[in-house]
């Protein structure tokens, strides 16, 4: 079954930039179309990146042109740059299969100053 180790995660002030990253095992990694979810305070688990094995992407409206998804198939990892980040990105990120797969453990955002 499939495994996935989030890491990259920390406390940025307004305007800084994280680089996220997911392992994967357990899975075909080339074939699988990846994902980044976040869960904030409070709130229901939301989508915010895709790259499938094919290469197409899609990004959550309120994080285009500040996060970038990218994958390295040699490593089974799949990684989220996050720049200009916000007090709003504040939240556990995830990374998953598309269809979604057993969830790792995330790891936590913190944007503040």
């Known amino acids: 079954q499939a495994q996935l180790v989030e890491s990259g995660g920390g406390l940025v002030q307004p305007g800084g930039s994280l680089r996220l990253s997911c392992a994967a095992s357990?899975?075909?990694?080339?074939?699988?179309?990846m994902a980044w979810y976040r869960q904030a305070p409070g709130k229901q688990r939301e989508f915010v990146a895709v790259?499938?094995?094919?290469?197409?992407?899609n990004y959550k409206d309120s994080v285009k042109g500040r996060f970038t998804i990218s994958r390295d198939n040699a490593k089974n990892t799949v990684y989220l740059q996050m720049n200009s980040l916000k007090p709003e990105d504040t939240a556990i990120y995830y990374c998953n299969t598309v269809p979604n797969s057993i969830w790792g453990q995330g790891t936590q955002v913190a944007v503040s100053s």
């Open positions: 357990g899975i075909i990694f080339r074939y699988s179309d």
């Open positions: 790259l499938t094995s094919g290469g197409t992407i």
